[in-house]
């Protein structure tokens, strides 16, 4: 089964070390995520893409109880085999915190300021059997 | 205190789920009301502000009321379009172009958290697939990292639950009017951690006008006028931490409330001090937490004193959200901010019922915050 990415441009992929496409501001260093060609903290107008960290600390966090409505959610989300999953803001050094799916749901097993690190999980498979990948962080062993 | 613009008659179409009767038939009962209140006829209306998020073009809704040709205005900021056309019949009146006139506000969502259209919201499609696209998510998140920075315990946010739908069971209104303890509401299904099912309020149905005019003339509809001594309505500045973001800045900023706040404050020329009661945008209940310390009611952490001591009671030293809030009521998101506006007229003309606030309260506000990071606050006076 082939693996696609739920879009282009916001990861690197396919990559062994996969990672977040952002902009950084060319007037005043400001870091965007995902990629835009204005600044809101200087209002330049010049961008140019960066690639983001892959790890970083957990910022804050909550879980996902219930299934999300689809559209626009394209994972599962029959009640009855629907999985938590968490969600959390990640501060990535000197750069920017990224919102991003975490790959661990469990409320005791979650720290606010704990290390996390980016990885590619499966979200969902498309028409054509393939499987769809987003970008989630994990807790670092 | 400015004194130029007077709150002259309210209606409400009850908040909750009217099958049957469309969100902007809703509108039309308040609009009606809100008339009968003032003693006015709607061809004796200059002007209207309205607006709704999920129910159509307010401004249609002239083909039920009478065709009288009035400048009528459609208003669509998200959750704060209550409170836009309210600040858009506020400094409309003290122009100077008009004497009389309408805000109107009402909606009506299907069941369930929002769905969110991200294209509309300016994000991209794989946002919402990839399960990001939740109002809730930020709610818990935000509260979550508050608990951590500031001490706020889960018997807290319980408390604010129990209390809500306690103000709620008093308020003929109200969508929730069964009380519910502390310990249910932390008990009920956990939704998006650390906020349970009755610590969220749901997306609803309801409808709310407010009649405003010239102050000089307000004696010739109410002989209880409310003041409206400031309307403000504030967006996000760089670094804040807001709904729907797949990203923040590195840098902290407080966020549209602290400025909106300030910014009505300073309209006033009073300060949190001198309020006796207040409505602050209660999505969850670690929102109502938050939103004490940050339109200046306290500092932060202080909250879990103030509500285990029941300081925001309807008795206590400073009664919040006295119609049971967004918990209790739900959020029609057109009509939410009017809401909070209709009740504090009823607190100072001292016409609250079973839920009135002792002592006669003279200043009230109220305040909503929303997506994309808006926040609109109003200051009332008798």
């Known amino acids: 089964m082939a693996q696609v990415p739920v879009t282009e441009g916001v990861f690197t992929w396919p990559s062994e070390t996969p990672q977040l496409i952002g902009s950084r501001c060319v007037a005043c260093g400001n870091h965007m995520f995902p990629v835009q060609a204005g600044c809101p903290k200087c209002t330049g107008e010049k961008t140019e893409q960066v690639l983001l960290g892959r790890r970083g600390t957990l910022w804050t966090w909550t879980v996902q109880g219930f299934p999300p409505k689809a559209p626009p959610y394209a994972g599962d989300v029959d009640p009855k085999t629907f999985k938590a999953f968490g969600v959390g803001y990640v501060e990535l050094p000197g750069q920017i915190k990224v919102e991003a799916r975490l790959t661990e749901a469990d409320p005791e097993k979650l720290k606010i300021g704990m290390e996390m690190e980016m990885v590619i999980v499966p979200l969902s498979t498309d028409a054509s059997g393939n499987e769809v990948v987003t970008f989630a962080f994990a807790p670092v062993a | ?382």
Not at chain 2, 22 to 38: F, K, L, P, T
Not at chain 2, 83 to 99: C, E
Not at chain 2, 144 to 168: D, Q
């Open chain 2, 1 to 382: 205190m400015s004194t130029e613009v007077a709150i002259v008659g309210i209606g409400m179409h009850e908040f909750g789920r009217t099958e049957g009767v469309s969100g902007m038939e809703q509108g039309v009962i308040a609009v009606r009301r809100a008339c009968a209140d003032a003693g006015v006829k709607w061809e004796d209306v200059q002007f209207a502000f309205g607006g709704s998020a999920a129910a159509g073009a307010a401004d249609t809704m002239v083909s039920q009321l009478g065709l009288t040709g009035l400048q009528f205005i459609n208003v669509a900021n998200g959750c704060a379009t209550g409170g836009s056309a309210l600040f858009s019949a506020y400094n409309t009146i003290r122009s100077g172009v008009f004497d009389l006139g309408i805000a109107i506000g009402f909606d009506k969502h299907e069941r369930g958290a929002f769905r969110v259209d991200t294209r509309g919201a300016g994000l991209g499609n794989w946002y919402g697939a990839s399960g990001l696209a939740l109002t809730t998510q930020f709610f818990g998140m935000k509260i979550n990292r508050y608990m951590h920075e500031y001490g706020i315990s889960h018997s807290t946010l319980g408390k604010v639950s129990e209390k809500a739908f306690r103000n709620g069971s008093m308020n003929p209104m109200a969508w929730r009017r069964k009380p519910i303890s502390e310990q249910e509401a932390l008990d009920s299904l956990m939704l998006s951690y650390p906020l349970t099912q009755y610590m969220f309020c749901s997306p609803g149905e309801g409808g709310v006008a407010l009649i405003l005019a010239r102050a000089d003339k307000a004696h010739l509809y109410t002989d209880k006028p409310i003041f409206l001594n400031a309307a403000v309505v504030r967006s996000r500045r760089f670094g804040s931490f807001e709904v729907l973001a797949p990203s923040i800045a590195l840098e902290h900023n407080a966020g549209p409330t602290v400025d909106s706040s300030k910014a009505a404050f300073e309209m006033a020329g009073i300060g949190p001090e001198d309020i006796d009661l207040a409505q602050l945008q209660d999505t969850e209940a670690g929102a109502e937490v938050m939103h004490m310390a940050e339109n200046g009611f306290c500092e932060h952490g202080e909250q879990e004193f103030m509500i285990q001591a029941g300081e925001t009671e309807i008795g206590g030293k400073f009664p919040v959200n006295t119609d049971g809030g967004c918990l209790a009521n739900g959020e029609p998101i057109g009509a939410s901010g009017l809401r909070q506006v209709y009740e504090n007229v009823l607190q100072l003309r001292g016409q609250a019922g079973a839920r009135q606030v002792p002592n006669d309260p003279k200043v009230a506000y109220t305040h909503v915050y929303g997506a994309p990071g808006i926040s609109g606050v109003t200051i009332l006076s008798r």
